[in-house]
């Protein structure tokens, strides 16, 4: 029984997903979205943090706890969550695998802006694909 529990929490850290962008509201949110519907587990975060723009959905330690894989948005994002070492610790320690889209910031924005949101999350689709997260459903 207990190897059977311990299988289980082991086939869930390897489907557990946190998504990381900028300030955890928009393209992590949609990467978060479409790994949820790939059957992930996925949650998103935010890596900004700073007096003028404090994000409450910063990448906590807690968040890192139980997850398999990190996907940042975009290189920009990976690169300041490497600034915070107890962050970068526990990815190391824990053997969390790290994977990087590109999806930038100014990606939202024309998406946003020009009604393209769609096509926005289509090119994360096809991204996660690239970076080896396909669909599990029939896994």
Known sequence: MRMES???????????VLAVCWAGTDRSQYIAEELNRRNYFATS??????????????????DLSNVGIVVFASI???N???????LK??????????????IT??????????????????EISKQLDCIGLKDLTNQ
Not at 45 to 62: D, E, F, I, Q, R
């Open 6 to 16: 311990g299988h289980e929490a082991e086939d869930f850290r390897k489907k557990s």
């Open 76 to 78: 920009h994002e990976r």
């Open 45 to 62: 975060a935010g890596v900004l943090k700073n007096n003028n723009h404090a994000v409450s959905n910063y990448v906590t330690p807690a």
């Open 105 to 122: 910031e100014s990606d939202k924005d024309r998406a946003h802006n020009y009604g393209k949101v769609e096509e926005l999350k289509a």
């Open 80 to 86: 300041v969550f490497c600034k915070d070492e107890k």
């Open 89 to 102: 610790a526990i990815v190391k320690k824990n053997g969390i695998e790290v994977r990087v889209l590109n």
